[in-house]
């Protein structure tokens, strides 16, 4: 089981481009989370997603920010227009259905907008 | 509203001393508690769960309700231990973790 897979690791945009963050869960994990840890701070979380739904999305930004978990292929957290203060590091992970609270890590995104 | 709070960005100990990561939580329901470590280069992973009452890598952590803390003791700490340790809550439904700003172990030989 190789984990929680993400990419790319690195990402670098300009202001107003789009940049989109792919998470593989592990293998049997149906739940997938995000979080975002902001140079000096803890990570918070973003999004909870199920395929295909979306279950708690209290701690993403009102705009620009979306995330998708689709039947078929990764989870996808895209960021539009960004700007400077979304340099970060997002980190996404999985847990199986009857453990939610058991989240295993991928090995982050690190965002840098120029 | 839940908050985890880690006091200290970092401490430092010598090989063989004992260790004490504060964490203080604040939370309306029944917390469940947790303990991750972020060895460098590697990605964060689960140390223990207060409700498992386990000890990992000689690492306990007692939940203490009337304090409202979950601090993460080991009576000898050594080198390879120097890692960021993050204290988390889960909510209720167990589906959100919610992160202290982590603090950071260094042990000196």
């Known amino acids: 089981n190789a984990g929680v897979m993400q990419n790319p690791r690195h990402l670098v945009r300009r202001r107003g481009q789009e940049a989109r963050l792919r998470c593989s869960p592990m293998?049997?994990?149906?739940?997938v989370y995000w979080y975002r840890q902001l140079p000096e701070e803890g990570l918070k979380f973003m999004v909870y997603l199920q395929k295909e739904n979306i279950i708690d999305e209290s701690g993403m930004p009102k705009e620009r920010f979306s995330a998708e978990f689709p039947k078929e292929g990764p989870s996808i957290l895209r960021i539009q227009q960004v700007v400077r203060g979304d340099s970060a590091a997002y980190f996404c992970?999985?847990?199986?259905?009857?453990?939610?609270?058991?989240?295993?890590f991928g090995p982050g995104t690190r965002l840098t907008v120029t | 509203a839940q908050r985890v709070t880690q006091p200290e960005k970092l401490l430092s100990v010598f090989k063989g001393a004992p260790v004490e990561l504060k964490c203080n939580y604040s939370?309306?329901?029944?917390?469940?508690l947790f303990w991750y470590v972020q060895y460098s280069r590697q990605r964060l992973q689960l140390l223990l769960r207060?409700?498992s009452r386990e000890s990992i890598k000689g690492f306990t952590a007692d939940l203490n309700k009337g304090e409202t803390s979950f601090h993460l003791k080991k009576p000898f700490a050594q080198e390879e231990d120097s890692a960021m340790y993050y204290c988390a809550l889960s909510n209720n439904a167990g589906n959100m973790l919610t992160f202290g700003g982590g603090t950071r172990l260094m042990v000196k030989p």
């Open positions: 207060h409700i």
């Open positions: 939370y309306s329901g029944s917390p469940e």
């Open positions: 293998k049997g994990h149906s739940h």
């Open positions: 992970a999985s847990s199986p259905p009857n453990a939610p609270y058991e989240q295993y």
